[in-house]
């Protein structure tokens, strides 16, 4: 048995959730998420608690129970206090600002690079080279997060772009004469 699939998932209080034609809908204080649920499992919510169960004993059913518990999990935590990633912008003149509906930076091109907010993602700029995607969806938080980063990845040789907080980045040495 998978050790993550067995674990109950606790619902705290003002988190709904309802298990519908094969989809679980979360609705919490930050908002709604849903999820569809793969055929060889199934999720039963008994009173304060959700539990994710397999079907059958197949390959499949096994590989799926730990997904769609670990996937039910985070649309509870998100509903409830949602994800963050933090993004640093390192590099002389490189910056950042937001612009009404979209994320402008500066990282050393000759242009600026506009960046459209997706729907259910908030972005704050601090300082001007501190970057905070917040949303409900972790998915779709890190993923916007990669997209940032992949503008400017960090240089290995002088440690300039756009990397997450507290990432390491190695310095490697230049040539030497």
Not at 35 to 52: P, Y
Not at 89 to 95: A, E, L, Q, S
Not at 143 to 168: L, S
Request: net charge positive; hydrophobic share 40%; proline share 4%.
């Amino acid at each position: 048995m998978s050790r993550i699939g067995r674990l109950p998932v606790s619902l705290p209080a003002g988190v709904t959730v309802a298990v519908e034609g094969g989809e679980v809908q979360v609705s919490g204080p930050l908002g709604k998420l849903s999820q569809a649920v793969v055929g060889s499992v199934e999720v039963q919510v008994e009173g304060d608690t959700l539990l994710v169960q397999r079907v059958n004993d197949s390959k499949v059913a096994r590989s799926n129970h730990g997904l769609m518990r670990s996937l039910v999990s985070n649309m509870v935590t998100g509903v409830t206090k949602g994800f963050s990633k933090q993004l640093e912008i390192v590099g002389v003149g490189y910056r950042a600002d937001v612009k009404g509906t979209s994320l402008v930076m500066n990282l050393g091109y000759s242009h600026p690079i506009d960046f459209p907010i997706p729907d259910g993602i908030q972005i704050a700029v601090d300082r001007n080279v501190r970057i905070d995607v917040k949303g409900i969806n972790k998915q779709q938080v890190g993923q916007v997060a990669a997209m940032i980063r992949d503008f400017r990845r960090p240089d290995h040789y002088k440690g300039k772009g756009v990397r997450y907080v507290g990432e390491y980045v190695r310095i490697k040495t230049g040539k030497s004469a």
